[in-house]
């Protein structure tokens, strides 16, 4: 190939990058002010638009049969095709993700922990471009895999056993078929979301990705946890944001049986109603069990408006309530009582020095139920708890 032909490639490879370079300055400092758009298409198709436009300007400017012969020609037009394919089809999913990018944009303003439906259509066009680009590369492969003759005969041989072919693919690719399906699944039956708060295997976090194979949790401390998305449809877990972000803080007291549970009422009543973390919503403070132990559990509950002020409500009452009980009950903090009980004959100068204790004497038919318990003539131990 002369010398001509060379200039005339390189100038076609030049003219085309120009056009894709004026187009971007149009995009960026005239368009941008009216078209949200083009920022978007500007910065996503800084490569690939520069790409497409050096290979189309290529294709245009290649030398004739005549210049450089069958056999190079043909060379020179399949690696061409196969640029074409390549380099087109990255443009077009850079277009595509520069399109969703808008979106998902417009979709952070107001993408809140209230905001379900942002969150959810956030969630869904995440993963509908995901699968719509894993569908486009797979068509681009196979289109350039066929254009060797090779691969065509084996095509055609392929295509008469599709049934098999069809079985063995699908048993091959299950777990990722799974993956994908199970992915779908969860985005468009809303049952979970980007940024949703939401504890799996006892780690609690909010939803920081999901892809077509894995989602990311990212957990309070900044660790990451990342799970199988089809582990969400096969077991269950927990969604504190999927209906809305109201949510009770509960923090629960083992204390004594002398505690005042009246002024314990108030204080708490007091503390919480002075929170800024409080939605206003309503507020208890009840004795609901009783330990194997012997203490009782005092629970104190307060709403919130979202996951993170219950959390801080919950410290607030928590640090509160000990530092009050201490000082001004420390009766009521837990404690483990242990009963002597001591024959009548056996006087313990103890129990004459503390009458109040929990050391008590028992008369003669006590004296006898130790006897006959323990088995000895003596009687019951006098130390026995």
């Not at 869904?124 to 691969?151: G, H, K, M, W, Y």
Request: one cysteine or more; aromatic letters at 8%.
């Amino acid at each position: 190939m002369d010398m001509a032909k060379w200039i005339t490639l390189g100038v076609s490879i030049a003219v085309a990058v120009l056009l894709v370079a004026a187009a971007h300055w149009v995009l960026r400092h005239k368009l941008a002010k009216v078209w949200n758009l083009a920022d978007f298409i500007v910065a996503r198709t800084k490569v690939t638009a520069y790409t497409a436009g050096a290979v189309v300007g290529a294709n245009l400017g290649l030398p004739s049969v005549q210049d450089v012969g069958w056999a190079t020609y043909q060379t020179i037009d399949h690696v061409m095709v196969i640029l074409m394919i390549a380099a087109l089809t990255a443009f077009g999913i850079t277009l595509a993700y520069a399109f969703t990018d808008s979106i998902l944009a417009r979709l952070d303003l107001s993408n809140s922990d209230a905001d379900r439906r942002a969150r959810r259509l956030q969630t869904q066009v995440r993963l509908l471009r995901r699968v719509i680009t894993s569908i486009i590369v797979t068509l681009a492969v196979s289109a350039i895999l066929f254009t060797f003759d090779e691969i065509q005969a084996l095509g055609a041989g392929l295509l008469a056993s599709a049934g098999v072919l069809g079985i063995v693919a699908g048993v091959a690719a299950q777990s990722t078929l799974g993956n994908l399906f199970a992915g779908l699944q969860l985005a468009f039956s809303d049952a979970l979301r980007i940024g949703d708060v939401v504890v799996v295997e006892g780690e609690w976090g909010r939803v920081e990705e999901l892809s077509l194979v894995n989602v990311t949790i990212k957990i309070w401390d900044e660790r990451r946890l990342v799970v199988p998305v089809a582990n969400f449809t096969t077991t269950s877990f927990e969604n504190w944001t999927k209906q809305g972000t109201n949510i009770t803080a509960k923090v629960q007291f083992p204390l004594d049986w002398e505690v005042p549970i009246a002024e314990m009422r108030e204080e708490a009543g007091r503390i919480i109603t002075a929170s800024n973390h409080w939605d206003g919503r309503s507020w208890s403070c009840q004795i609901v069990d009783i330990a194997e132990t012997g203490e009782i559990q005092v629970r104190v509950v307060a709403t919130a408006s979202h996951t993170d002020t219950q959390w801080f409500i919950a410290c607030e009452i928590r640090e509160h309530m000990i530092a009050w009980l201490a000082e001004n009950y420390p009766k009521s903090l837990p404690r483990k009582r242990t009963e002597f009980v001591a024959d009548s004959s056996e006087e313990s100068g103890y129990a004459s020095q503390y009458p109040t204790s929990a050391f008590r004497r028992v008369g003669a038919g006590a004296g006898a139920v130790a006897h006959e318990r323990n088995g000895s003539p003596e009687g019951g131990d006098p130390g026995e708890a």
